[in-house]
């Protein structure tokens, strides 16, 4: 080999090399960006999700089920859950007109999408734009963590019954904070995981 | 004096109240039509099983046939409060509450609103609970 086809070889190489990594950073940097945006932001939160502060949500909406934190779902979520309160999983949960207005403002305000919180991020993250899940129990963010929870600790439980019923494990839901550390599996006391 | 005046009239209004609630809610179902309300007809609709759905259905299913006892929400599992006045005495003292939970549970348990005589009586029941 003669030192020019060593130098075209070389040349051709190091451009063919720099294409490769042009074109990926080209196709991914969008995705890359979305990524660290993500992580810095994720960061900045924090851990537990807000506590429920308004009592016309308290009390309506927890008498049935705990009140939900309004952090776990994105407000189109609980704009299609307050447009549907007359068959609400085959209950009827209507209320007055200006009850359900202030609870509709309360729960947008503080929906995942607009108040931060890791879970909540992570759970929205889970959801697809086009999808506004009514349950939090069907995102896919939700079901990867419970992935291993066998039925005899929820659904054949009889202190359990429901993934719906989230203070029955996470003793501390009515606070925000959902961290596997803290579970309790209602029955299961002695258990350990 | 004033003091303990004060402190008497705070202790009798609860009673009052589920007296009042109950009795003004009694006399409008009668002014609607209804015969004299029964506790005992009421624990009867409170035992009875209705199929809505496809589903068995009762006031027992979430509430409890003892009415001073714990019950369980069938979906969410979430426990429920006693409806007896007996053990929880804030029970039968908000007229909404009531008017709300009779509306929405008649429906769910037996499929349709409860007539005024079916709610006096199943009121009349559980304010002897």
């Known amino acids: 080999m003669n030192r020019r086809t060593y130098w075209l070889l070389s040349v051709l190489v190091i451009v063919s090399v720099g294409s490769v990594f042009v074109s990926g950073a080209m196709g991914h940097g969008d995705e890359r960006e979305d990524q660290a945006r993500w992580k810095r932001e994720w960061k900045d939160m924090p851990r537990a999700v807000a506590a429920v502060t308004n009592d016309h949500y308290a009390n309506e909406c927890g008498a049935c089920h705990i009140a939900y934190p309004p952090g776990l779902l994105p407000s189109r979520s609980w704009n299609r859950v307050m447009a549907g309160l007359e068959d609400h999983f085959g209950d009827d949960a209507s209320l007055p007109p200006e009850t359900a207005e202030i609870i509709a403002a309360y729960l947008d305000d503080n929906a995942s999408d607009r108040a931060g919180s890791r879970i909540g991020a992570k759970i929205g993250r889970s959801i697809g734009l086009s999808e506004a899940p009514l349950r939090i129990s069907e995102t896919a963010y939700f079901q990867r963590k419970h992935d291993e929870v066998p039925q005899r600790m929820v659904r054949d439980n009889p202190k359990v019954k429901s993934f719906a019923n989230c203070a029955a494990c996470h003793r501390q839901a009515e606070s925000g904070v959902f961290d596997e550390h803290d579970v309790q599996v209602a029955g299961f006391e002695q258990a350990r995981f | ?129």
């Open chain 2, 1 to 129: 004096m004033t003091r303990v005046l004060l402190m008497i009239v705070g202790l009798a209004v609860p009673a009052f109240a589920t007296a009042g609630v109950v009795d003004e809610l009694q006399a409008e179902y009668r002014a609607a039509g209804a015969n004299a309300p029964s506790a005992e007809q009421g624990r009867t609709l409170w035992n009875q099983t209705f199929v809505v759905d496809g589903e068995q259905r009762s006031c027992t299913t979430c509430h409890d046939a003892d009415l001073r006892k714990t019950g369980r929400h069938a979906a969410t599992g979430k426990p429920i409060e006693p409806l007896a006045p007996s053990v929880n005495p804030v029970r039968l003292t908000d007229r909404g509450e009531v008017t709300k939970w009779l509306a929405r549970n008649c429906k769910w348990t037996l499929g349709r609103v409860c007539t005024p005589e079916e709610r006096g009586h199943l009121l009349e029941f559980i304010r002897t609970q």
